[in-house]
């Protein structure tokens, strides 16, 4: 504004004319008025006008300066003695116009110009010799001025050149330019002074790379500016966003260069912007001693950034400058003025620089540089002044806190010399916060600080304050206490709606808060809060939900301060639904059900009831009622039944039950009466009074018509008329009902007199006959294939007996009848022939003749097939077939089952008729089966019921070649989803010759090398999912031949490759080292030859390669990962080079998760080449954002102990780099701008890689960093997933539930070679750090607690723990090979004797050992520095001091952490957050298996971005917070077209008919609770389901009453056919037992069809016996603690052989060892009901004998009484072979209740013995031989050598078990049903198993039971 006003006013004196015109300037001291003339090319000025300018510009403010770039290249040429030509080049930036001022002395009148944007020249006329002038010329752009280009001129004599000198004020232009104006002169702080300068530099996303860039060479020209030395200036640099971190420190570098060098390789960092926390983080750790910072040096702080902090910046400026650090604040672009000038120290007009753009920065760098420059000279001589001029001036000394609460501590210090006038106290929060300070006189050295904040660490610096001065600060800091909290929070009365909480009260709280909310995922609006008085500590918490599991938390309230929380859980109860539901009554239209009350709180209850197979519901309520009578029902109909209990708070889970109406009953009592020769009365009685009519009809039996009659329902008799004398009529009668169902008939049978001849003569009259009634009420039911059931209703006494007699109505057997009592009323047929019909007539027989006969007709049942064949659970080698039994009842079923699509013999398998599905095992995969199921019956076999069956196809799709050139072919295929391996195999057609290579499940291709040119090749490729392979898919190709050779050319001598020296830093190295490589397609071809290169220089500078030293494996990874090499594949340099030269490019997206997993699981393996003991580490290589998840699989590798280097370049994400790397960041995570700077880091990552490879001590993660030791647990095979094979080892929950503890048996002496756990010895200063645990049992005799013995089994080095002198030794050589021992004692030793967990830091240095108990140091004492031991020996734990000779002993202890760490200062830094008492939450990591917020769950969103600016390039932008919308970009260049992909596999055909069932999927993210559905129909009781997996273990509720035995549960379905068991040594024949009493005569029995009954039976008997061997094994195994191969019994039923002699009880069995306590585990999501399988472990009381069920035999004698006893816990043995069953065993008595379990509420997960969580399941309990002991039990004798063999790996175990099955068979052509052959294992060819005989470990295993019973 003030421009352009300027400018108006310069118009009065203008002409429209553009010539040359003068201005006249003042000469010297002449008046104003006098003027000489001056030229301005374009315009014509009046004298006058620029004196009346100048005073109107005077008058305005010169607006802000450094928005607009400034002029360059200002220079001055005369013309003539009096004329001066100025000249000045156009800045870079946009401006609209220039100023122009000139004047001849400092504070003088100005004369000045508005210039057009082209005018950038000036003649100055009447220049006066040797007067100097000065000029200024600044570009204007609206109302903003650029900084000042500035110079002086003197005019001299005509004989001497006109001199000019630029100057450059404080605020001047940049470095380019200044550089360009004057390079001879260019500012170089030259001061004698020295300063420790830190640069703090945003990184935030917003910045973008390019500016970055333009960062850096800002940096660079502020660096160049100083002399930089370790005796000069230092310069340090942090970069932060989110989170700060130190580039380099102050004395990191000492020349100039390496540090213009260092900012040049400065990556980007991107993020947030949180200033403030950056700020404090320079001030811990920047201007710290050990990072360079020099006591009595200037210390300068410069900020540079370009927004607004998202946190405070205020405190922590504060604390830097308190602390006399000097701050510069540069903002650019988008910064805030009024933060920066918060920030930067004062005055801000010399410590604050805002700049527009970034591309302007360099106009500033002159005037910062010469500022600091200034400032350092100036603190340097203010330093030196204060020290100089008061030579006795001196600071307290010896700071000490005391007197700590919640609330205060008191500070104490000692005098400072000197009179002192006062002590001045500064405290403030380390975490940022106003400083307060407190001031007491000079005679006082203590002061109480008060009103803190709880928890909180304060910085306390206290300054003696002199007549004129202060001294120096003493500093510390101290932290205060917890505020108390609450204790024994109990939750108790708990209902389903309501519970109360209580708890102890803490002195001095104002209240308490009380807060609970249901820990499901709920609103935050769930949460509720209570406040009571600190009167009240006992409450009711109503308004719950039921059955919902809720946290309670209890706050102590200190005014508005609360403490710590108490928190506990406890779930509600259900809403009780009824009890007891039972029917009565059950008719056929109707059925009372009665049931037992809820609860008093119930309203009401609602029914619904539905045909089981029906859709439509009925629904009444009722009210307090428990009996209701379901009316209207359908006949012969089964109803589901549900009830619920209806509360205010809704309704219960349902009751359910079923029911089935009977069918509709006959009329009753049809009889015959009022008899004639041709009529007679029939009557009846009603049997329900739902009927509508009745059907009568009659007719003859010897032939005839039949005639009918319809009847009211009010009808009970009817007269038949019309009839035929002496003539017999059948008359039938059945009811119709409402719903027109219709009674099975009754049917009656009389004969009407015969006509009678009266003699008139004759008194004599015709009477009539005695009536001799017929049986009523005839039944005949219970039908089956070979039987039936008459009953009728007995007519009295008269009758003698009943004649039954039945014909078949097929005519083609003769009548037979039967002759029963009169006082029977009923009687069985059999045998009948199945489906037929049969007549029976029952006739009474009197004493004097037969009375009347009534007949019925039944039929048998046939021989029914059964019904809907199901197939499910299709998988590569099985599938599932279910049926329906047909409704007769079966003998069982047997299953033929045979290929279609492939040869094959076919297989049968008999089940018993409980079992309607099999899993049919050791199928061919992809191979269509025919099945069939047939039903067989006493009287013989059903129809076969058919059906198809076709496993799934584990095998590539598109196999086919491609690059086949002269010595090399490769392959390409459509990978199988379930694959988890792939065998390629290439196979030459003219030798023979193979070659394969196992890949793994992502691989879709691979090639092959070093093949013979012009030869025929057949390449192989079978899919594996775990121990199955499939089918092999083949293709076959020709190398190319040999190409004709050219004429020969003189032999060229070629020089040999030259293998890259091995690096001095890297000859200690020994891992194995694994190289992840993105091959993304975003990599390029090129790039990727960089990458390869990088690989190439990297691995040449290792040494020795092998397994003597560096194992290098290489993976590349896009979709999914490619192993290129193994670890053991290459064991020297030369051919791992070679190797890694020849990978191809992969190509792809972006799987890094995915990929890390890969190496996890197929690379860092034993079978891929792995070593114990030895430093593992990944080194990974990406360029841009993951797809998919890192941060799950790298912590849990880091938790493992591996080291993760991260190497990003290009669009890398450095976050996630983070993430993926080991800690701390800065050592492990490296990034470059392009692959071009690999170099720049390549010494520093091999520095860094073969230094945590170093061999005498490796890296590895401890308590969340990387540090160097020894984990001792892990080397011990003391891990979860290894214990199993240590022998007399256990696991069993430590100090908080979710930690493992290891219990170490008697003698179990667990030991390694020395030469496996320190390889090179031990280092010279350690620390061994254990936690553990001595038990009741634990010997009083000393022993040691882990010891090195030599190979004389001499001990080197160890701790003794003395449990009867309670104290602790530890002991070694020194180096002068003399023994030496320190023993520490008192009562903080005395503590870890006491019997519960401790944890023990012994240091080890040159000079001392230091005890250390739970994190507090209890002792110290001098000892030489040791001499290094031998690795020839063993390292063991447990040993007995006094078990000296060859029989070796150890006492049993728990361990639950033991790590040997290479740093003297690890007890000090360890904050013992294993140990409950000193666990601090804030301080200490997240407890494993916690179920608090995962590791890798988001928080909350962020505070919102500012707008971002235009991206820099396409898609994918880096992350950042969620922002506001940006503005719209403009468009890019259209980019050239990227290289043409390889092509894609091909898809599938598009059929739409419906394939197999798909494979199960990954078990998804737990959803969202979706809202409550409406109520609906109860369903049926399904079939039994499969077992499901094992939830976790919930929490445990409260003690209930002892239940009632419940019946016991139904056998389950038959196992699959398991793997041929070795036969087991032959049971002692059993004394012969008494003979039983003789049965009842049985009756003479139909000959059977094809089978016997006793041929079934023991069918039978053996599926049971099966059965019980399988359950038998797993209970054993559970019992041991350790998987076990469970035995089958693969035999095959033969003949039934003769009953054996009945044997005497056995002895009773021996009490078995009282169980564990079980440990809460956290709630699992409830399942669907399984069928009811056997009784589960208990854990009160010890388990049963084994023993094997036998056949039931008749009651013997009682045995005597057993006596048991508990025997201790021995080391666990591996179950051996089955062998063949036993006679049953007397059961023992029952042992002593286990030890009470106890509740952890500190987690919801926890361990359980066993290794799993909860009880274990089919699937803790895998079905494969164990591994070989891969950890040895210490052996004086053993020489251990044999280190393959002792070492082996670990082998997996499959995850799918499976109950036994009888074994199939072969179907036999022949008739007899059970083959005497040997049982023919059927093995599908598709299908490759490995297994191994049992038999050779059986004596180990009995061994090992030995020891666990006598222990």
């Given at each position: 504004q003030a421009g352009r006003q300027a400018g108006s006013l310069w118009d009065c004196g203008r002409s429209l004319e553009r010539k040359q015109y003068t201005i006249h300037a003042p000469k010297g001291d002449l008046p104003n008025s006098k003027v000489i003339r001056m030229r301005v090319f374009g315009l014509r000025i009046r004298a006058w006008c620029p004196i009346v300018f100048l005073a109107v510009a005077a008058h305005f403010s010169i607006q802000a300066q450094g928005q607009v770039a400034a002029p360059r290249r200002l220079r001055f040429k005369l013309l003539s003695p009096s004329r001066l030509l100025v000249t000045w080049k156009e800045p870079k930036g946009d401006f609209e116009s220039y100023k122009f001022l000139y004047f001849t002395k400092e504070g003088g009148k100005a004369h000045e110009l508005q210039l057009a944007k082209g005018d950038n020249k000036v003649i100055i006329d009447g220049v006066i010799v040797n007067k100097e002038y000065t000029v200024k010329v600044m570009a204007v752009k609206g109302d903003q001025e650029s900084k000042p280009l500035r110079a002086k001129f003197t005019a001299k004599e005509p004989e001497q050149e006109g001199s000019a000198q630029l100057e450059k004020p404080k605020d001047t232009s940049a470095v380019e330019e200044a550089n360009e104006i004057s390079k001879p002169d260019q500012f170089v702080c030259k001061t004698p002074a020295i300063a420790d300068i830190v640069i703090l530099v945003d990184g935030s996303w917003s910045i973008g790379r390019i500016n970055f860039r333009l960062v850096r060479m800002f940096l660079e020209n502020l660096v160049s500016a100083f002399s930089v030395g370790s005796d000069k200036t230092r310069i340090g640099l942090a970069q932060y966003s989110g989170d700060p971190r130190i580039e380099w420190h102050l004395n990191a570098f000492n020349t100039k260069e390496s540090v213009i060098d260092a900012v040049k390789n400065l990556p980007y960092k991107g993020g947030n912007t949180l200033t403030g926390l950056a700020l404090t983080y320079i001030l811990e750790n920047s201007f710290k001693s050990e990072s360079g910072a020099r006591p009595g040096v200037p210390k300068i702080g410069i900020l540079i950034t370009d927004g607004k902090s998202q946190d405070d910046v205020i405190p922590p400026a504060r604390s830097l400058q308190d602390a006399g650090i000097e701050l510069f604040a540069i903002g650019v672009k988008n910064a805030d003025e009024n933060e920066l000038r918060s920030i930067a120290s004062d005055p801000d007009e010399s410590h604050v620089y805002n700049v527009a753009d970034f591309n302007i920065m360099s106009t500033i760098v002159e005037s910062l540089t010469k500022t600091v420059c200034d400032r350092v000279e100036e603190q340097d001589k203010e330093i030196k002044g204060v020290s100089g001029g008061q030579t006795s001036l001196g600071a307290p000394q010896n700071l000490e806190t005391s007197e700590v609460t919640a609330r205060s501590f008191r500070v104490t210090w000692t005098h400072a010399p000197g009179k002192v006038e006062k002590y001045r106290v500064v405290y403030y929060p380390t975490r940022g916060g106003q400083p307060d300070e407190a001031v007491v006189d000079g005679s006082e050295n203590s002061v109480v600080l008060q009103y803190l904040n709880s928890l909180t660490e304060y910085q306390i610096a206290v300054f003696a304050v002199y007549t004129s001065s202060a001294s120096e600060g003493l500093r510390g800091s101290e932290t205060t206490l917890a505020l108390p909290m609450v204790n024994d929070l109990q939750l108790y009365d708990v209902t389903h709606s309501t519970m109360r909480a209580r708890w102890k009260g803490v002195e001095g709280a104002s209240g308490y808060m009380i807060l609970y909310a249901p820990l499901t995922e709920a609103d935050a609006a769930d949460e509720k809060e209570v406040k009571v008085v600190e009167s009240v500590n006992d409450i009711e918490l109503e308004g719950l939900s039921p059955e919902t599991e809720y946290t309670v938390t209890v706050y102590a309230m200190y005014g508005e301060e609360a403490s710590d929380p108490m928190t506990s859980q406890e779930t509600t109860l259900p809403l009780s639904p009824p009890r007891n539901l039972e029917f009565s009554e059950v008719g056929h239209s109707s059925a009372r059900m009665?049931?037992?009350?809820?609860?008093?709180?119930?309203?009401?209850?609602?029914?619904?009831?539905?045909?089981?197979?029906?859709?439509?519901?009925?629904?009444?309520?009722?009210?307090?009622?428990?009996?209701?009578?379901?009316?209207?029902?359908?006949?012969?109909?089964?109803?589901?039944?549900?009830?619920?209990?209806?509360?205010?708070?809704?309704?219960?889970?349902?009751?359910?039950?079923?029911?089935?109406?009977?069918?509709?009953?006959?009329?009753?009592?049809?009889?015959?009466?009022?008899?004639?020769?041709?009529?007679?009365?029939?009557?009846?009685?009603?049997?329900?009074?739902?009927?509508?009519?009745?059907?009568?009809?009659?007719?003859?039996?010897?032939?005839?018509?039949?005639?009918?009659?319809?009847?009211?329902?009010?009808?009970?008799?009817?007269?038949?008329?019309?009839?035929?004398?002496?003539?017999?009529?059948?008359?039938?009668?059945?009811?119709?009902?409402?719903?027109?169902?219709?009674?099975?008939?009754?049917?009656?049978?009389?004969?009407?007199?015969?006509?009678?001849?009266?003699?008139?003569?004759?008194?004599?009259?015709?009477?009539?006959?005695?009536?001799?009634?017929?049986?009523?009420?005839?039944?005949?039911?219970?039908?089956?294939?070979?039987?039936?059931?008459?009953?009728?209703?007995?007519?009295?006494?008269?009758?003698?007996?009943?004649?039954?007699?039945?014909?078949?109505?097929?005519?083609?057997?003769?009548?037979?009848?039967?002759?029963?009592?009169?006082?029977?009323?009923?009687?069985?047929?059999?045998?009948?022939?199945?489906?037929?019909?049969?007549?029976?007539?029952?006739?009474?027989?009197?004493?004097?003749?037969?009375?009347?006969?009534?007949?019925?007709?039944?039929?048998?049942?046939?021989?029914?097939?059964?019904?809907?064949?199901?197939?499910?659970?299709?998988?590569?080698?099985?599938?599932?077939?279910?049926?329906?039994?047909?409704?007769?009842?079966?003998?069982?079923?047997?299953?033929?089952?045979?290929?279609?699509?492939?040869?094959?013999?076919?297989?049968?398998?008999?089940?018993?008729?409980?079992?309607?599905?099999?899993?049919?095992?050791?199928?061919?995969?992809?191979?269509?089966?025919?099945?069939?199921?047939?039903?067989?019956?006493?009287?013989?076999?059903?129809?076969?019921?058919?059906?198809?069956?076709?496993?799934?196809?584990?095998?590539?799709?598109?196999?086919?070649?491609?690059?086949?050139?002269?010595?090399?072919?490769?392959?390409?295929?459509?990978?199988?989803?379930?694959?988890?391996?792939?065998?390629?195999?290439?196979?030459?057609?003219?030798?023979?010759?193979?070659?394969?290579?196992?890949?793994?499940?992502?691989?879709?291709?691979?090639?092959?090398?070093?093949?013979?040119?012009?030869?025929?090749?057949?390449?192989?490729?079978?899919?594996?999912?775990?121990?199955?392979?499939?089918?092999?898919?083949?293709?076959?190709?020709?190398?190319?031949?040999?190409?004709?050779?050219?004429?020969?050319?003189?032999?060229?001598?070629?020089?040999?490759?030259?293998?890259?020296?091995?690096?001095?830093?890297?000859?200690?190295?020994?891992?194995?080292?694994?190289?992840?490589?993105?091959?993304?397609?975003?990599?390029?071809?090129?790039?990727?030859?960089?990458?390869?290169?990088?690989?190439?220089?990297?691995?040449?500078?290792?040494?020795?390669?092998?397994?003597?030293?560096?194992?290098?494996?290489?993976?590349?990874?896009?979709?999914?990962?490619?192993?290129?090499?193994?670890?053991?594949?290459?064991?020297?340099?030369?051919?791992?080079l070679d190797a890694i030269q020849r990978i191809s490019y992969k190509g792809g997206n972006t799987k890094t998760g995915r990929a890390i997993k890969h190496v996890k699981d197929a690379i860092f393996t034993a079978e891929a080449g792995m070593r114990r003991g030895i430093p593992k580490v990944l080194v990974v290589l990406t360029d841009g954002r993951s797809q998919d998840d890192v941060n799950k699989v790298s912590k849990e590798m880091q938790m493992e102990g591996y080291i993760i280097f991260a190497i990003g370049f290009a669009d890398a994400d450095y976050g996630e780099l983070v993430n993926i790397a080991s800690k701390p960041s800065e050592r492990h995570v490296f990034f470059v701008d392009d692959l071009d700077a690999f170099k720049k880091i390549e010494e520093q990552l091999v520095t860094f890689v073969c230094e945590a490879a170093s061999a005498t001590c490796p890296s590895v993660l401890m308590s969340g960093n990387t540090l160097a030791g020894f984990r001792m647990m892990e080397m011990f095979g003391l891990m979860e997933n290894q214990?199993?094979?240590?022998?007399?080892?256990?696991?069993?929950?430590?100090?908080?539930?979710?930690?493992?503890?290891?219990?170490?048996?008697?003698?179990?002496?667990?030991?390694?070679?020395?030469?496996?756990?320190?390889?090179?010895?031990?280092?010279?200063?350690?620390?061994?750090?254990?936690?553990?645990?001595?038990?009741?049992?634990?010997?009083?005799?000393?022993?040691?607690?882990?010891?090195?013995?030599?190979?004389?089994?001499?001990?080197?080095?160890?701790?003794?723990?003395?449990?009867?002198?309670?104290?602790?030794?530890?002991?070694?050589?020194?180096?002068?090979?003399?023994?030496?021992?320190?023993?520490?004692?008192?009562?903080?030793?005395?503590?870890?004797?006491?019997?519960?967990?401790?944890?023990?830091?012994?240091?080890?240095?040159?000079?001392?050992?230091?005890?250390?108990?739970?994190?507090?140091?209890?002792?110290?004492?001098?000892?030489?520095?040791?001499?290094?031991?031998?690795?020839?020996?063993?390292?063991?734990?447990?040993?007995?001091?006094?078990?000296?000779?060859?029989?070796?002993?150890?006492?049993?202890?728990?361990?639950?952490?033991?790590?040997?760490?290479?740093?003297?200062?690890?007890?000090?830094?360890?904050?013992?957050?294993?140990?409950?008492?000193?666990?601090?939450?804030?301080?200490?990591?997240?407890?494993?298996?916690?179920?608090?917020?995962?590791?890798d769950s988001k928080g909350p969103p962020g505070p919102v971005g500012s707008p971002g600016g235009p991206g820099i390039r396409g898609p994918r932008g880096e992350r950042g917070e969620p922002g506001l919308v940006g503005p719209q970009g403009p468009t890019g260049d259209i980019g050239l077209p990227g290289p043409q992909g390889p092509p894609g596999p091909q898809g599938p055909s598009g059929h739409s008919i419906q394939g197999p069932p798909g494979s199960i999927g990954e078990k998804g993210e737990k959803g969202e609770n979706g809202p409550p559905g409406t109520q609906g129909v109860p369903g049926s009781p399904g079939s039994p389901g499969r077992d499901g997996t094992q939830g976790q273990r919930g929490l445990p509720g409260k003690d209930g009453p002892q239940g009632q035995q419940g019946p016991p549960g139904p056998i389950g379905t038959p196992g699959a056919p398991g793997s041929p068991g070795s036969s087991g040594p032959p049971g002692s024949l059993g004394d012969q037992g008494p003979p039983g009493p003789h049965g009842l005569k049985g009756e003479k029995g139909e000959r059977g069809d094809m089978q016997s009954q006793a041929a079934v039976r023991s069918i039978a008997r053996q599926v049971c016996e099966q059965l019980i061997q399988s359950h038998m094994a797993r209970y054993n195994s559970i019992l041991n603690q350790i998987p076990s191969q469970p035995a089958s019994v693969r035999t095959v039923p033969g003949p039934p052989g003769e009953p054996g002699r009945q044997g005497s009880p056995g002895p009773q069995g021996e009490q078995g060892p009282a169980g564990r306590p079980g440990f809460p585990g956290s709630n699992g999501q409830p399942g669907r009901p399984g069928e009811r399988g056997f009784p589960g472990e208990k854990g009160e009381k010890g388990s049963q004998g084994v023993g094997i069920q036998g056949p039931r035999g008749q009651q013997g004698p009682p045995g005597p009484p057993g006596e048991g006893r508990t025997g201790s816990q021995g080391s666990p043995g591996r179950p051996g072979n089955q062998g063949t069953p036993g006679r049953p065993g007397s059961p023992g008595s029952t042992g002593p209740a286990g030890p009470p379990g106890y509740c952890d509420a500190s987690t919801c997960m926890g361990y359980n013995v066993g290794g799993g969580y909860g009880d274990p399941t089919d699937r803790d309990i895998p079905v494969v031989q164990l591994p070989p002991n891969s950890y040895q039990t210490y052996d004086p004798t053993d020489n251990y050598e044999d280190e393959e063999e002792q070492y082996a790996g670990y082998r997996g175990y499959p995850q799918y078990p499976e109950t036994s099955y009888p074994a199939p068979r072969p179907v036999q052509p022949v008739p007899e049903p059970y083959p005497t052959d040997d049982a023919i294992e059927v093995r599908s060819p598709g299908i490759h198993r490995v297994s191994r005989s049992l038999s050779k470990q059986k004596s180990k295993t009995d061994k090992q039971k030995r020891t666990l019973k006598d222990s």
């Open positions: 009665t049931w037992d009350a809820a609860s008093k709180k119930v309203r009401g209850y609602r029914i619904m009831y539905v045909k089981t197979n029906g859709v439509q519901t009925n629904e009444v309520e009722v009210g307090q009622v428990t009996t209701h009578i379901l009316r209207n029902l359908t006949s012969l109909t089964e109803y589901t039944v549900a009830i619920f209990g209806i509360y205010d708070e809704g309704q219960s889970e349902p009751l359910t039950g079923s029911f089935t109406t009977k069918s509709v009953p006959p009329p009753m009592d049809l009889k015959t009466s009022e008899l004639s020769t041709n009529s007679f009365r029939v009557r009846w009685r009603h049997s329900a009074p739902d009927i509508v009519l009745y059907k009568l009809s009659w007719t003859p039996t010897s032939g005839g018509d039949t005639k009918e009659v319809l009847l009211n329902d009010k009808s009970d008799s009817y007269i038949l008329d019309e009839l035929r004398p002496s003539t017999e009529y059948e008359v039938s009668l059945s009811a119709v009902f409402r719903d027109e169902t219709e009674s099975d008939a009754v049917l009656v049978l009389e004969t009407t007199l015969a006509r009678t001849t009266t003699i008139a003569t004759t008194t004599t009259a015709t009477t009539t006959p005695v009536d001799r009634d017929g049986v009523r009420n005839l039944v005949i039911d219970d039908e089956t294939t070979f039987s039936m059931q008459v009953s009728w209703e007995p007519l009295g006494q008269n009758v003698q007996q009943y004649r039954v007699s039945y014909v078949s109505l097929r005519g083609d057997r003769a009548e037979e009848a039967v002759l029963v009592p009169g006082r029977q009323s009923s009687l069985l047929l059999q045998p009948l022939l199945s489906d037929t019909e049969y007549k029976v007539t029952v006739t009474p027989v009197y004493a004097d003749e037969d009375g009347n006969s009534v007949s019925d007709v039944g039929r048998t049942l046939p021989l029914s097939a059964p019904r809907n064949l199901r197939v499910s659970e299709e998988w590569y080698n099985r599938f599932r077939i279910t049926w329906d039994p047909p409704p007769s009842p079966t003998m069982g079923y047997r299953i033929v089952y045979q290929p279609i699509s492939a040869s094959g013999p076919g297989l049968e398998t008999f089940v018993g008729d409980d079992v309607n599905t099999m899993l049919i095992l050791n199928l061919l995969s992809g191979t269509e089966y025919s099945v069939k199921v047939i039903a067989s019956y006493t009287t013989g076999s059903s129809d076969a019921l058919s059906g198809k069956a076709k496993t799934l196809y584990l095998g590539v799709n598109n196999l086919n070649t491609y690059q086949v050139r002269m010595t090399s072919m490769c392959a390409q295929w459509q990978p199988h989803r379930q694959a988890t391996l792939y065998r390629v195999v290439i196979e030459s057609l003219t030798n023979g010759q193979t070659q394969e290579v196992s890949l793994g499940g992502g691989s879709s291709r691979h090639c092959f090398y070093d093949l013979k040119p012009n030869t025929q090749y057949k390449i192989t490729v079978y899919a594996q999912l775990h121990d199955m392979e499939g089918p092999a898919v083949t293709v076959m190709d020709k190398t190319f031949p040999v190409p004709t050779e050219p004429p020969t050319t003189p032999p060229t001598t070629t020089p040999l490759p030259t293998i890259p020296p091995a690096r001095e830093v890297c000859k200690a190295a020994k891992a194995d080292l694994v190289f992840l490589v993105d091959g993304s397609w975003s990599i390029g071809d090129d790039n990727f030859h960089k990458i390869i290169g990088f690989l190439y220089s990297t691995s040449g500078a290792l040494d020795k390669i092998g397994p003597d030293g560096t194992q290098v494996a290489i993976a590349q990874f896009s979709d999914d990962a490619r192993t290129e090499f193994k670890l053991k594949s290459y064991d020297d340099k030369e051919t791992l214990y199993a094979s240590v022998e007399g080892v256990s696991l069993e929950p430590g100090t908080f539930n979710s930690f493992p503890c290891y219990r170490l048996h008697k003698d179990a002496l667990i030991s390694q070679p020395t030469k496996f756990l320190h390889p090179e010895g031990l280092p010279s200063d350690y620390t061994i750090s254990v936690l553990f645990r001595l038990l009741p049992e634990t010997p009083e005799e000393p022993f040691a607690l882990w010891e090195i013995l030599n190979k004389d089994n001499e001990p080197l080095v160890g701790v003794i723990l003395d449990n009867g002198g309670k104290t602790l030794t530890f002991f070694n050589y020194d180096y002068q090979g003399k023994f030496q021992t320190v023993t520490f004692e008192g009562p903080e030793i005395r503590k870890i004797f006491h019997g519960s967990f401790h944890k023990l830091h012994v240091a080890i240095s040159k000079t001392t050992a230091k005890a250390v108990i739970d994190c507090k140091v209890v002792g110290e004492k001098p000892i030489n520095a040791a001499g290094n031991i031998t690795a020839d020996g063993v390292e063991i734990l447990g040993r007995m001091v006094r078990s000296r000779g060859k029989r070796d002993n150890s006492a049993p202890f728990q361990l639950q952490m033991f790590d040997i760490v290479c740093s003297t200062s690890w007890a000090s830094r360890d904050k013992c957050c294993e140990l409950p008492g000193l666990r601090k939450e804030e301080n200490c990591p997240a407890m494993p298996h916690a179920c608090t917020c995962s590791q």
